[in-house]
């Protein structure tokens, strides 16, 4: 099950890469965030990374810890675009999306380190 769950989100991180690194624009301004263009690829080619990562050895728990990581970024980012424009609907509906992500990426994760009998290194 959890295999299949890490297989699923190394897809979704594919699409999302796609998106953030074909449309940054339309992204940024959906976010009110013109002029970080630049991030949102960079987002991208790391969504491309751990998506690569997900779908061609999804029995790994670390490489879906990665993608927590990377929601932690992405949830930073979007804090800072919520200040700079408290109104703006998208940001409001991206967090939404992204804390269900991370919720299944942590419980993934959890499921694939307890399969394994692996987990991360912390507080060894």
Known sequence: ??????????????????????????????????????LIRAFGAREAIAGVGLVTDQGHGLRVWNRVAGDAMDLTALHFARKRAPDNKNIWGAIAAVAVVTTLDICTAIGLDRRTGKSLPIGR
């Open 1 to 38: 099950m959890w295999k299949r769950a890490s297989y699923g989100l190394g897809w979704f991180s594919l699409a999302l890469a796609a998106a953030e690194l074909l449309a940054p624009k339309k992204i940024a301004k959906a976010l009110s965030s013109e002029g970080h263009e630049g």
